[in-house]
């Protein structure tokens, strides 16, 4: 059903935890749908230096955290902002069509965490 | 991945039992006729076919020409339901049943409500069990059949079917109950149950998949499902699966011999797996009722964490279970026989079903109970659900 | 009753092949998993069904997700016509078959006659051939399906399937082919065919009995007959046969990798048998098209003598023979497909099927020549018809 | 299927044949149905000392015309007309429900048989 990929990291995710002070918290899903993605980042100079995920949901959501999280460490934020849920589930050698939604939550999960941190630089 | 596989899905499927594969074999390359041919090797598959139905008919209280081969418990289902619905509309187009059957029951009955028939699914309380009276107060003057399950396949809930069966008596309404789950595991005896159709399917009691039967009490008139030859009695065409049926008869006869052993022998199991887990694992609940449930079946719910993560780091300690349905699989909702019983979405989504079978044994289940509380918790370190009970909690 | 036994039935079904039971042990008692499941051995069953699904495919032309396994041909043939019928009710009721057809083709569109459908029934020569123009002249406004069978079960007879769906495909009007004696026997391609639903069932092709498949050209609505899980992509309900795909899958594979040698060899015992009896035996004809037929078929009448009786005295030389289709033995009229090409009710009854396979050899058949005379002039020394015509003939 | 009984008749019938010159003739059933029986009877004296068949039939038509003619052998007419199908049948151990028409046509050629002789006495 998996692929190796998806299956090494939902058995072994990367960035799992949570970041005390925050520059920027995101967290999407609900768990009517099964699926809950937060996401904790701190920025320097806009670049993201760290992230971690805590996820509720299924291997491919878990999966699919770890590998946004992986991909958008050490990038610009602007960078950051560009990477599609079609690019985290390649990363992954592709994914079951009927979980495809899944790698949409960490892209929003990660959007929406940089929101936050461009919002509370606004303020 | 681990060395040893243990399997608690029994009520997903069963592996086929050594006898009954050795009773099956000889039909598959020796003694292949066609049942309804006339030369020799048919009409040992005829008395073979005839031995199975007999078998089967012995082991549910039924007379042998009653018991009609399927290629399974769906297709039974199927039968019953839309055959009395099909045969019954000058009567009436109410049907009643409830909202935890098996989907083989439940698309069907949607099926037909887009046909025009009306569907009454009564709700069950937390336990999972309706009551007699309930489908009593659902009695109209066009209900025309009453379909209640024997026993959900997922949180193992047995109903009340021999009262549910005078009522429909009593009122003159053909009475089906899906006993997939029940048969060739607890004892069923149609002549004091009342039911007019029964499901089975054999790959529930250590039979093969792709055969099942329908109960037809003698009287009750059910238009045929699938037609063509001569088959069955004219009632259900197709030439028939000599081997599976073999398989199916041998299999029940056997699951009746050894049912009391092997009752007490799951039921132990099963308590000892309720007890320690709800001892060991906070935010844990039991679904479905403590006492009127399958000997072999346990159900929790798991706050904070999802079902399929918790299942397949099970499998990778070699551990074989199911969250909910194996049917539901290819679904994103959750369980709906898991909101019927009033869960909210976020905790039907983190249950467990155990189903217990012949080779398990105390040990499989100590081992289990030393893996689950760590898979578990393991989980809900990664899950923002549980952090933010935790932050509550500090 | 003699020692040796000779089958001479295979269009009423077919021992499972060696390779193809060895295949199939598996799936029974070790990698027993529901393949909707997800453990490592629930996996495995999916992989193993993928690859049959992808061995059928591979055999008639097709592509693998046009694949929907069924517990046999009836159910395909069921499934077809209802659902067709079912899901176009607003374009039309109007359906065209042929008086040849098998009973699960036949029988099904009765049925539906009764639920208000209108069902033409071409008549066929006396070759039992339909022409692509008597299709094309039946279609009407309303027509919503032509089904018409690749090969007939009794005579043999091979019709111009991709004739009539190219009719079929310039009318818009959806092609359903019971192709259940053809898969396995003879090539077949969907691509050139223009068929949209095809028909097939493994029994016939050394497969296991209770296995078939509905192949559904992409594109092409056709609504659910089994209702339930999510099995079939949510097309088709009911734990996977597992078993049963498995074996399906790999007879069909051979069955492909030997179709030509397997036909050179069937071709000359039917061209033996053909020669032989129509010069040896008297009063007999030759049923079916003589070179549009199966490579595996025979069929003659033998006037004033009866076929079960003809059948009973070859079982006790140990030859297993069919007399029509083995599915209408629970009746008593004499086959239909007989009666359309123009045979009267007498000699009708005295019809003799012979299907050859792959175990024959030339000493069988040669076998069978030497006491088919004998058996047929016995029979027709008991006839009082046969009294009438000799006292003619003196 | 069949009883062994029933077998033995259809491998080995008992008074096939004809008879040139019999003194009552019946013949029942047509080809439509699938069975045709037809009785020779020697009468003296109102007792059948001869009696021989032809059945176009299937197995059980065969076998209950065999028995049928065994049973009415030696017997008073008066006495043969007495004999049902069912006796037929029994005498054979019984018949598939299906079949049970055939011993119905042994019945009505033996009957048909003596109607003849009767007739033809008349004369
Ligand atoms: C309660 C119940 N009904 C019906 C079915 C369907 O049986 P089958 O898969 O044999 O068609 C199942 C199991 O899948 C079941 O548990
Ligand atoms: C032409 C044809 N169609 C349909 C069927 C039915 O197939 P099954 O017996 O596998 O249901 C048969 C054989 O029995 C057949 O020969």
């Known amino acids: 059903m998996y692929s190796e990929k998806v299956m090494d990291h939902f058995m072994h995710p990367r960035n799992v935890g949570e970041i005390e002070n925050a520059d920027g918290i995101g967290e999407v899903g609900n768990a009517k749908c099964g699926d809950i993605m937060k996401v904790y980042l701190t920025i320097e100079d806009d670049i993201i230096v760290d992230v971690k995920f805590k996820t509720f949901g299924c ?63 606004n303020d | 991945m681990s060395e040893r596989f243990i399997y608690f899905d029994h009520a997903a ?42 078998m089967v008919a012995n082991a549910i209280g039924a007379k042998s020409d009653e018991i009609y081969f399927t ?25 009643i049943t409830t909202s935890i059957e098996h989907h083989a029951v439940l698309h069907t009955c949607q099926y037909l409500e887009k046909e025009g ?26 209900t025309i059949l009453i379909s209640v399950m024997f026993a959900n396949n997922e949180i193992g809930t047995i109903q009340p079917i021999e009262e549910i069966g005078e009522i429909a008596k009593r009122h003159g309404i053909v009475f089906h109950t899906d006993a997939v789950q029940a048969v060739g595991n607890i004892h069923i005896d149609v002549k004091k149950l009342g039911v007019d159709l029964l499901s089975m399917s054999a790959h529930k009691f250590y039979g093969p998949k792709g055969v099942g ?62 007890d320690k887990v709800l001892a060991t694992i906070p935010y844990t609940r039991l679904n479905g009722d403590r006492d009127k449930r399958l000997p072999g079946n346990v159900n929790f ?21 199911s969250s909910g349905s194996a049917c539901t699989s290819g679904s994103l909702d959750p369980s709906h026989v ?30 289990l109970l030393e893996v689950l509380p760590g898979i578990v918790e393991r989980l809900r370190r990664m ?11 500090e």
């Not at chain 2, 009033?342 to 217990?356: D, E, N, Q, V, Y």
Request: hydrophobic residues 40%; negative net charge.
């Open chain 1, 59 to 121: 291997a491919a959501a878990i999966a699919t955290s770890s590998m946004a999280t992986e991909l958008v460490k050490g990038k610009h934020i602007d960078e950051a902002l560009t990477i599609t849920n079609k690019a985290v589930a390649q990363a992954l050698d592709g994914l079951p069509p009927i979980k495809m939604h899944c790698s949409a939550l960490a892209e929003q999960a990660i959007k929406a965490a940089i929101e936050d941190y461009l919002q509370k630089s």
């Open chain 2, 13 to 54: 499927t069963t592996p086929v039992r050594p006898e009954v594969l050795e009773a099956m074999l000889p039909y598959f390359d020796k003694k292949y006729g066609n049942a309804s041919s006339i030369y020799s090797i048919a009409r040992e598959s005829r008395a073979a076919v005839d031995e199975a139905r007999e």
């Open chain 2, 117 to 142: 028939f009306d569907v009454t699914y009564l709700p069950v309380d937390e336990k999972g069990l309706i009551s007699p009276a309930q489908v009593e107060e659902a009695i109209r003057e066009d």
């Open chain 2, 338 to 367: 898991l909101l019927a019983i009033g869960l909210p979405h976020g905790i039907a989504h983190g249950s467990l079903r155990l189903t217990f079978g012949k080779d398990n044994t105390r040990e499989d289940v100590e081992y």
């Open chain 2, 213 to 274: 039967a329908l109960y037809i009490r003698k009287g009750t008139k059910l238009a045929s499902y699938i037609h063509g030859g001569a088959q069955e009695r004219g009632k259900r065409a197709s030439t028939e699966n000599v081997p599976g049926i073999v398989g199916m008869g041998r299999a029940i006869e056997i699951a009746t011999q050894n049912m009391d052993s092997y009752n007490k022998k799951l039921l132990e199991l099963r308590e000892m797996t309720i």
């Open chain 2, 71 to 95: 290629s399974g418990g769906t297709e039974a289902d199927n039968w019953a339901i839309k055959g009395i619905a099909r045969g019954s509309a000058d009567k009436g187009k109410h049907i």
């Open chain 2, 301 to 321: 719910s798991f706050e904070f964490i999802e079902g399929e993560s918790l299942l397949l780091l099970l499998d990778m300690a070699g551990i074989g279970a």
């Open chain 2, 383 to 393: 899950s923002p659900l549980y952090e933010r009970v935790k932050n509550r909690e």
